[in-house]
């Protein structure tokens, strides 16, 4: 055995040690994507956030104003909502709305617009 040899074996080890040590992300959190004023709320691959969101502290709760754009259909957005908000604790109270503690989330699509157009609202109930 060489010195030459041991450095190369350091850096296998410290990047065997560092691979190790990395927690695994799901693909599907590494894809998606979350509102800047909503930061439980992922966006479905393919949604954008646009600018100009709103959020308002109210004594009876936050309303919350934002809008998503992007290349998919509004069945996708639909269907992953339907999908993806039960898990983080939002109960569907009707097509395009859901119910977390005292908050109303309202989900918009716009599917005449190209690029398809989706606005977020939450607000006190």
Known sequence: MTSSMAPSRSI????????LST??????????????ELEDLPLP???????GGMLFDSPTGRIVEA???GEIGADRVFS?????????????VGPASFRR??????IEVDSK?????????VVPQ
């Open 80 to 92: 992953f909502y339907t999908q993806t908000l039960p898990e983080l604790g939002w109960q569907k």
């Open 113 to 121: 617009r190209r690029p398809l157009l989706v606005r977020f609202s």
């Open 101 to 106: 503690d005292n908050e109303l989330l309202k």
């Open 45 to 51: 691959p393919g949604l954008t956030e646009m600018p």
């Open 12 to 19: 296998l080890a410290i990047l065997a040690t560092l691979f």
């Open 67 to 69: 809008t998503a754009q």
């Open 23 to 36: 927690p695994l992300i799901h693909p599907l959190a590494a894809e998606s994507a979350f509102l800047s």
